[in-house]
């Protein structure tokens, strides 16, 4: 079993920052990538980025330039740096942790997430 928990969502305005940070627990040692998924009410959940424990990295092209995802083994924590945030990027952000080494798709594992509201 493994368990996740986001913090570091908030209210911004355009342009704005806001890290992200996923703590994982249990049985961490199944864990091989971990990533960060969005959900805006009415829209699809799509993925925004992901990164395996050897610091191998796949990001949406919507924010590719913007996020940068991090992952601090020692802590088990992954994190989600966001700068120039846009209103666009307003939507629910989840933690997800996966047992094989893949970018593409989610894992089992998903978080409590963490609203990310963007202003103009």
């Known amino acids: 079993q493994v368990q996740l928990v986001e913090s570091g969502g908030g209210f911004v305005q355009a342009g704005g920052s806001l890290r992200l940070s996923c703590v994982a627990s249990?049985?961490?040692?199944?864990?091989?990538?971990m990533g960060w998924y969005r959900q805006a009410p009415g829209k699809l959940r799509e993925l925004v980025a992901a990164v395996t424990s050897g610091g191998r990295t796949n990001y949406a092209d919507s924010v590719k330039g913007r996020f940068t995802i991090s992952r601090d083994n020692a802590k088990n924590t992954v994190y989600l740096q966001m700068n120039s945030l846009k209103p666009e990027d307003t939507a629910v952000y989840t933690c997800n942790a996966h047992t094989m080494k893949v970018l593409t798709i989610p894992g089992n594992y998903w978080g409590q997430g963490t609203q990310v509201t963007v202003s103009s």
């Open positions: 249990g049985n961490i040692f199944s864990i091989n990538a």
